[in-house]
């Protein structure tokens, strides 16, 4: 499957973004989806993920209560709402796509990847 992340931006702190994950060339609704994140010196970082039919969604701590992910399997997309955000937001964000049901916060899970779209927040 192909991924395309979309979304991303520069914004003040507190504001609000969403980034968006167009997948093809498979079925969508076969993939636990992801999203992780990589900031400037830093590893790649778990940050949400959503099961097969979007019925269970785990977060990372850090952005737990501000980020919503989601997905359409219509429209065979998936969806990161992130809201409040804070300058510590700042990273590339990175789709990914995964046949496997379990561990979802670990990047080895991840079958795909999208090539990342860039979030600047700004204090």
């Known amino acids: 499957v192909q991924l395309q992340a979309s979304g991303g931006g520069l914004v003040q702190a507190g504001d609000s973004l969403r980034l968006s994950c167009a997948a093809s060339?498979?079925?969508?609704?076969?993939?636990?989806m992801g999203w992780f994140r990589q900031a400037p010196g830093k590893e790649r970082e778990f940050v949400a993920a959503i099961s097969l039919t979007g019925s269970i969604t785990r977060y990372a701590d850090s952005v737990s209560g501000r980020f919503t992910i989601s997905r359409d399997n219509a429209k065979d997309t998936a969806y990161l709402q992130m809201n409040s955000l804070k300058p510590e937001d700042t990273a590339v964000y990175y789709c990914a796509a995964s046949v496997r049901n379990s561990d979802w916060q670990l990047r080895t899970t991840y079958d795909y990847w999208g090539q990342g779209t860039l979030v600047t927040v700004s204090s």
């Open positions: 060339g498979r079925t969508f609704s076969n993939y636990v």
